[in-house]
Structures are given as structure tokens and as C-alpha cells.
């Protein structure tokens, strides 16, 4: 009996090597191909974070040329507004009238319509007027930043509507017929007159967009152009 189990011994021992090494050769397979996919995935993954980070080197590469396109479209725009206005600003007569001349009663006035000099103590409510009105209340109401724009009496009906939506939808904006005008329409602040071709010229919206209630050029800068004078006189 002790020579049987001897010899089961024997045989027992060779056979679990055998298995040890097969499953040892097992675990490394099986360790390799886990190698192998892992390194796959890492390939994988490091071409896919290439992919997102060249996609994302595009759309910031896209949005900066983007942002470019309208800063410089942005800054042409300006200067091509720029050039257009002081184009149309170029026939802009300027003057040296001092403020603060206040006068009752009938003035007269070296330039027509008067660009600025002793006035009324009542400025004129600006609005639009159908008929003429008084030269020093107008004067006063320059003095206060208020675009005065003149028309000749025989403007064209469609025209004198153009000025008279300016006047209700615009502060600081007087409308009023003019008798005895050089031309169709005339542009007045304090000190600074533009003649213009008709109530479409492209140098009305300039002359406003500049003169108007101007820090640089209005004498009385802030003060009211309602609650004056709403009289016209006789043509």
C-alpha cells in the first residue's frame, strides 16, 4: 500500500506542474491581450481627444476671424460714416456770437435766419410752426442746443411732412416756413448754419447728430426748450 501511494504521488505531482504552467501561461495570455486592448483604447482615446481638441482649435480659429470680420466691417462702417458726415458738413458756416444778450422787443439780425446774438428773454417751445416765427425767441432757443430748421414756403408738401415728423419726434428740434430763403432748407444752431438742398439732404442728419444739444457748442447746455413762446407773425 505504501508503494501505491508512492507511486500515485508520482504521478499526481508532474500533472499539477503542468497545470500550474498552463495556467500561468493563461494568466499571461490573458494579461497580454488586456495589454494589448487597453493600449488600443489609449490610442483610441488620445486620437479622439486629438479630434476634439483640433475641432476645438478650429471653432476658436472660426470665432476669432468672426470677431475680427466685425471689428473691422465695425471700424469701416465708422470711418465711412465719418467721411460721409464731414462731407456733408463741409458747407457748414460757422460764427463767433457770444450768449447771455437778453433783449425785449423786435431785433434785427445780420444773417437770415440768425445764427445766434442778443435775444429775446423768452426762448421759443420747440415744435413745428406752419407759419413764421419771431427771429429772437428762435435765437434764444439756439442759445438753450436746439436745431432750427428753416423751409422755404414753397417746399414741397411731402417735404415739409419730413421736417414736421422731425419736430414731434425729436427734441430740441424747431420747424418753421422761412420767406426769402437762398435755399429750399436751412440748418441753425448757435453759431453754425447749413444750407441744404431739401428735407432729404444727407447733411440734416449730420448737422443734428453734431450740433444738437452740443456740450461743445450749446451756451446753455441742459436748459429747457418747452414751456416758451408758441406765437408765429404775420407773413
Known sequence: MANDRNVDRTITEPRMA????????ADRRSRREQLVQERRKDRVSIRERQKRQRLINLGAIGVTALVLIVVIAAVG???????????????????????????????????????GGPHNN??????YYGAPIPNWNAVHSLEHG????????????DQVDQLKSRAESGDLILVSPYPGLTSPVVATSWNHQLALTGADDPGLDAFIGKYRLSK????EYGA????????TVPV
Do not use: M
Request: with cysteine; net charge negative; glycine share 8%.
Open 18 to 25: 503542468k497545470e500550474t504552467r498552463d495556467t500561468v501561461a
Open 77 to 115: 462702417a465708422n470711418w465711412w460714416n465719418d467721411r460721409q458726415g464731414n462731407e456733408a458738413l463741409s458747407g457748414v458756416v460757422s460764427y463767433e456770437y457770444t450768449s447771455n444778450q437778453h433783449d425785449d422787443g423786435e431785433l434785427t439780425y445780420a444773417e437770415s435766419p440768425p445764427v
Open 122 to 127: 423768452v426762448w421759443q417751445t420747440c415744435d
Open 146 to 157: 436746439a436745431v432750427w430748421i428753416t423751409y422755404s414756403p414753397d417746399l414741397p408738401q
Open 216 to 219: 461743445e457748442f450749446t451756451p
Open 224 to 231: 429747457s426748450c418747452s414751456g416758451g413762446n408758441t406765437g
